[in-house]
């Protein structure tokens, strides 16, 4: 017959592998929620790159057509656009 631990230090080392067990597969779970997670980023980082391009191409077309225009996104109207003074700076 073979030689045994006690109990009380079998049950101990079994719970420490139980919770090694548990968190090695939290970290697995985490990891892959990450990984999809830097995924979904790149992809929504992607649409709003590609949206800032429509918007600025739509807007080259209507300041083709328009001239330089400010529009309220609301209504469609649309003003000329203020021009900028450029501001002199003085030394004193």
Known sequence: MADKIKTEELEKVQGVVKQLREAEGNFYKISLQLEEMKQARAQVFTMIQKGN????????????????????????????????????????
């Open 53 to 92: 391009q429509e918007l600025q191409s739509e807007m080259n077309s209507l300041k083709e057509t328009y001239g330089d225009i400010v529009i309220n996104l609301e209504t469609g109207e649309y003003e000329e656009a203020p021009v900028e003074e450029a501001t002199e700076v003085t030394e004193a």
